[in-house]
């Protein structure tokens, strides 16, 4: 027992060092800040990194969105519930806290739902009730809200009374990526169609502001 007992030692002592080394290896990840998480979320990048960050910050997301309701937190944990990311699967509570987003004005909040509502996705399909999610989401100046807003009038559902302010969105809306320029482009000769040459003179001037 003697013989065996300094290489048994020994061994400890190896598991050890490796045990120290692996754990300075793991680094504790910082919460995002508020900017970060808005970049993330633009990106839609958001669930990508809580993947990327080995689901360390479940319970400080949690806490974000639950307790201080901070709204892009809301965001995130609402689309961590809704798709199963480091938690459990739950729809109903994902569209629960996405909707709580949305009622503090985050405009990718009120993009997702008018978007889900449309669609039909985890959600029953009423395109009238997208209309106004988007509607919200495009008065704060979010493009993909204001393209798809613009999209769904020409497909007959919202107000004409609508189509004047999406139009003067859109002819002053900036964007590098082609495919999205040619979705304005199309959908501002669809609602110039519909509109008619008074009111798209009247479109055609700098942004309106609210």
């Known amino acids: 027992m003697c013989v065996f007992k300094p290489l ?12 120290v080394s692996a754990a300075e290896d793991i680094q504790a990840v910082q919460l995002y800040t508020q900017d970060e998480l808005l970049s993330l979320i633009s990106k839609n990048e958001h669930l990508n990194q ?8 479940v319970q400080d997301i949690q806490a974000s969105a639950d307790v201080l309701k901070i709204p892009s937190y809301q965001f995130l944990w609402g689309d961590m519930l809704a798709w199963g990311i480091c938690v459990d699967k739950d729809p109903m509570r994902g ?8 009622e503090q004005g985050l405009s990718a909040g009120l993009e ?7 669609q039909g996705k985890l959600v029953q399909q009423d395109r009238e009730r997208g209309v106004i999610f988007l509607r919200e989401a495009s008065a704060l100046g979010h493009l993909a809200a204001q393209i798809q807003l613009a999209e769904l009038f ?3 559902y919202g107000s004409p009374y609508d189509y004047e302010d999406v139009y003067n969105r859109l002819y ?11 979705r304005i ?20 001037r700098s942004l309106i502001l609210n």
Request: glycine share 8%; proline share 3%.
């Open 8 to 19: 048994y030692l020994f061994c400890c002592a190896l598991n050890f060092v490796a045990f």
């Open 112 to 118: 997702q739902l008018g978007r889900y509502y449309s």
């Open 50 to 57: 809580v993947v990327l960050d080995d689901c360390q910050l």
């Open 172 to 182: 002053n809306s900036v964007t590098a990526d082609q495919p999205t320029h040619q």
């Open 154 to 156: 020409l497909e007959g």
């Open 95 to 102: 569209i629960y806290f996405m909707h709580q987003a949305a």
């Open 185 to 204: 482009k199309n959908c501002m000769q669809g609602l110039g169609k519909l509109m008619g040459p008074i009111a798209i003179r009247k479109a055609k």
